[in-house]
Every structure is written in structure tokens, then in C-alpha cells.
């Protein structure tokens, strides 16, 4: 994959009981060129809902630039196809060590996407935050 420098990648595996080996499911997904995509991930129970973050430029102390996405394996395709409208993350004036988006989990079901900063002061000194969202599984 012809991926930006520090933009990490994403990819995703699964075993194949009849070759006895892992095999690529989908694309290669990546990020923004700084972004370190990838930083944390999930996948919901099916194995057709993903979730990852990137943490942004380490080396970019103001403003700092996140992100969370969501994809749907598509098996017509073999291709991993954003999720509309669920790319969350933007850029905020705090410092790295907040880490937005070090965590982030999905529903089993693949329905609900909550993304961690452990060391954001939104509710008090390094209080932590998770922000939650709904996302549009078809």
C-alpha cells in the first residue's frame, strides 16, 4: 500500500481452516500523513465492523489532530467500506499526552463506537473522557 510517512495502517486477517493459514480480508486501511492510524482498534463480534483511531502528530504539540473510524466488511466486494458519516476526531488545543483516541471499543453488534483520551481535563484535571457514538450499521 503506497501509505503517507507516520500514518499508520490497519490490517486485518483471518484464518483459513482449509490452506491451515491467515489470509488478508479486505484492503490495507491508513491514515493522515502523522496520524500513527491504527493506534488502537476493535472489532465487533462478526468480524464485519471495525473501529480504529489514530493519535495524531506526536511531534505537533498545538493543535493537536485525532481521528476514530468505522468501516463494514463488504464480502460482495472484499472491501472495507467507511461507514457513513462515523469518521469522528478533528482538531482540539490540547497537548499529546491527553492521548485522544489511545482507546476505543465497539458493541458486539457493531452499533456503538466509544473513543477514550485517559488524560483529558474536560471534566477536571486529567478527569479522562470517553465520548460515545451511534453508529449506522446496515
Known sequence: ANLPRGGGE???LRWNATSAGWEAMGQVLGGEAGGRFGAALSLADGGTVLA???LGDPD???PVRWQA???????????????GGTEVGGTRQIPPTVLP????????????????????DA????SGEVRVFRLHVP
Not at 473510524?69 to 461507514?83: G, K, Q, V
Open 10 to 12: 490497519v490490517r486485518v
Open 52 to 54: 480504529a483511531t489514530g
Open 60 to 62: 505537533q504539540f498545538f
Open 69 to 83: 473510524r468505522a468501516f463494514l466488511h463488504d464480502e460482495a466486494t472484499a472491501l472495507w467500506e467507511p461507514l
Open 101 to 120: 483516541g489511545s482507546s476505543v471499543d465497539i458493541s458486539g453488534d457493531g452499533r456503538f463506537l466509544a473513543v477514550g483520551a485517559p488524560e483529558s
Open 123 to 126: 471534566n477536571g484535571w486529567q
